[in-house]
């Protein structure tokens, strides 16, 4: 089974940019064959899909509050998934996930298609 690791969180000003990581590790299925996703979480509201891509990278999702602003990413030798945030807002606060999904779409949004998700980093932007 894949393990998730995020890392990249931390305090940005408004209109600034964050880029998280993610990186799997883990033997058995190839990290090639999955669909990633990035959710958030932030206090006092459900949990968000943010951003997917299906397994083969070819295509790439993305809630409409971020589109034009996030982009999902991976790098197969690095086995890590990336999400660069730019031009961000308080409303991006949270803590936010990445998951993953064996031979998925990337489309899923509620989340529940993931198998696997990590531990999660937060990501606060101050006003």
């Known amino acids: 089974q894949v393990q998730l690791v ?10 600034g940019s964050l880029r998280l990581s993610c990186a799997a590790s883990g ?31 070819g295509s790439t999702y993305y809630a409409d509050s971020v589109k034009g602003r996030f982009t999902i990413s ?12 730019n031009s961000l807002k308080p409303e991006d ?17 509620s989340g529940q298609e993931y198998e696997r998700w990590g531990q999660g980093t937060q990501v606060t932007v101050s006003s």
Do not use: I
């Open 74 to 85: 991976r790098g197969m030798v690095e086995k890590t998934v990336y999400l660069q945030m």
């Open 93 to 109: 606060t949270a803590v936010y996930y990445c998951a993953a999904d064996y031979l998925g779409s990337g489309q899923g949004r």
């Open 27 to 57: 033997s058995g299925r190839a990290f090639s064959n999955y669909a990633m996703g990035w959710f958030r979480h932030a206090p006092g509201k459900e949990r968000e899909f943010v951003a997917g891509m299906d397994w083969s990278g």
């Open 6 to 15: 995020e890392s990249g969180g931390g305090l940005v000003q408004a209109g």
